[in-house]
T-cell receptor, first 116, second 114 residues
Framework: SQKIEQNSEALNIQEGKTATLTCNYT??????LQWYRQDPGRGPVFLLL?????KEKRKERLKVTFDTTLKQSLFHITASQPADSATYLC???????????????FGKGTKLSVKP | ETGVTQTPRHLVMGMTNKKSLKCEQH?????MYWYKQSAKKPLELMFV???????ENNSVPSRFSPECPNSSHLFLHLHTLQPEDSALYLC?????????????FGEGSWLTVV
């Protein structure tokens, strides 16, 4: 079956360290992959999008990599801060040829806690 | 302010009640979505509307009835729900109706069915 796995339900790190979150997928031909941040009781907020022909994307302290051979995306937060504590979701958009919109598939998320 | 506004933020309803969730997007987008988020589960797509027309129903039970009167507004009508329907219901929108685009979420409506 097709699925996306975010390997850790929770990740605890010390302030100032780099947080690395993993998203693996099986049986997809991805068009692109997105990362979202979700705070408790709030809706997800878009952070970064990386396309299947891109290896790496950066935005301020955030970096995303995409390895279609390994079927894996890594999401890094450098110089992490307690304010980065949240749940991070990855979502994969499959390649389709009919234009259907039902193909953004989400992982369960990884809850990141950054300790001062 | 996310550009997608959902009301109410919290709703408690009995299994025999009828209620509605409302969503409004202020982004000029053409596509709107309903997602369900339950504890320990991934976001589940429920419905998709493009230019007011429903283009996807992801095998959602008929006790959930969507309505899209225009490209800016989306409703989810609820009737005879079950306790397992308790969840966070998220509305979202995107510019590109083909879906190859970032989607923007509202803050969600917390639904508790008692």
């Amino acid at each position: 079956s097709q699925k996306i796995e975010q390997n850790s339900e929770a990740l605890n790190i010390q302030e100032g360290k780099t947080a690395t979150l993993t998203c693996n997928y099986t049986n997809y031909s991805p068009a692109y992959l997105q990362w979202y941040r979700q705070d408790p009781g709030r809706g997800p907020v878009f952070l970064l999008l990386i396309r299947e022909n891109e290896k790496e994307k950066r935005k301020e302290r955030l970096k995303v990599t995409f390895d279609t051979t390994l079927k894996q995306s890594l999401f890094h937060i450098t110089a992490s801060q307690p304010a980065d504590s949240a749940t991070y979701l990855c979502a994969l958009r499959r390649l389709t040829y009919g234009g259907s919109q039902g193909n953004l598939i989400f992982g369960k998320g990884t809850k990141l806690s950054v300790k001062p | 302010e996310t550009g997608v506004t959902q009301t109410p933020r919290h709703l408690v309803m009995g299994m025999t009640n009828k209620k509605s969730l409302k969503c409004e997007q202020h982004l000029g987008h053409n596509a709107m979505y309903w997602y369900k988020q339950s504890a320990k589960k991934p976001l589940e797509l429920m419905f998709v509307y493009n230019f007011k027309e429903q283009t996807e129903n992801n095998s959602v039970p008929s006790r959930f009835s969507p309505e899209c009167p225009n490209s800016s507004h989306l409703f989810l009508h609820l009737h005879t729900l079950q306790p397992e329907d308790s969840a966070l219901y998220l509305c979202a929108s995107s510019q590109d109706p083909t879906g190859y685009d970032t989607i923007y979420f509202g803050e969600g409506s917390w639904l508790t069915v008692v």
